[in-house]
């Protein structure tokens, strides 16, 4: 009898402990992660007169960061300034802070000039409506470019938990996406663009913490 009672009662506990944990993880107000591409001895792709990928996606990343901070959502970036952080780190940053969110930024480059446009990768089926939601943004926000749609690619760092997707901005390499991500108010509309996917997924996540 005494045994079936200590088994009832941590059995109590233990239902009492996961729902419990349950309400704090709906309470939770969601942390976007966002992942400038490359950086430091790996510049990515190179563009028209030298400009890479590296400094154009930090660029762009710090402008999502402050647009999201102003809907007071907490914003971590895998990387602040020019320097090289392995795609592992990269990864690991989204677990360290228990990111709920995971965009990663890069731009194209390919050797034929005439390519442009703009695309979104997922790979876990999870990011497949962010994605979606951040490449419709980025049509709408920048008529002139192409869009080449949402695709999926096991890309190393979208084999996450966390909800992810990876942002091709444009080809630095195209004669037409090279003129607009040379331009400060098209990178800013760029950033615009994937906060605005990234707030209309969260439209569900708590109503209330998000304004
Ligand atoms: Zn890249």
């Known amino acids: 009898m005494k045994t079936l009672i200590i088994i009832y009662s941590l059995i109590f506990i233990l239902i009492f402990l996961l729902i419990n944990k349950n309400l704090k993880n709906n309470d939770k107000k969601p942390i976007i992660i966002i992942d400038p591409g490359h950086g430091g001895k790996d510049v990515g792709a190179v563009g028209l007169h030298s400009l890479t990928e590296s400094k154009i996606v930090l660029d762009v990343s710090l402008k999502i960061k402050e647009k999201l901070e102003k809907k007071r959502l907490t914003v971590i970036l895998t990387r602040y300034e020019d320097e090289y952080i392995s ?112 707030l209309e997924y969260l439209k569900n996540w708590k109503k209330k913490l998000i304004q």
């Open 87 to 198: 795609l592992l780190d990269r990864l690991k940053k989204g677990y360290i802070y228990d990111g709920n969110l995971f965009v990663s930024v890069h731009a194209n480059g390919h050797k034929n000039s005439n390519i442009n446009g703009i695309e979104t990768f997922y790979f876990m089926n999870s990011g497949k409506i962010l994605a979606q939601k951040i490449q419709n943004q980025l049509i709408k926000k920048s008529k002139n470019s192409i869009d080449r749609g949402i695709k999926k690619k096991n890309f190393f760092v979208l084999r996450t938990e966390i909800v992810s997707c990876l942002v091709e901005i444009g080809f630095i390499t195209g004669t037409e996406d090279y003129k607009n991500l040379l331009c400060n108010k098209h990178k800013k509309s760029v950033a615009d663009a994937i906060s605005e996917g990234v």
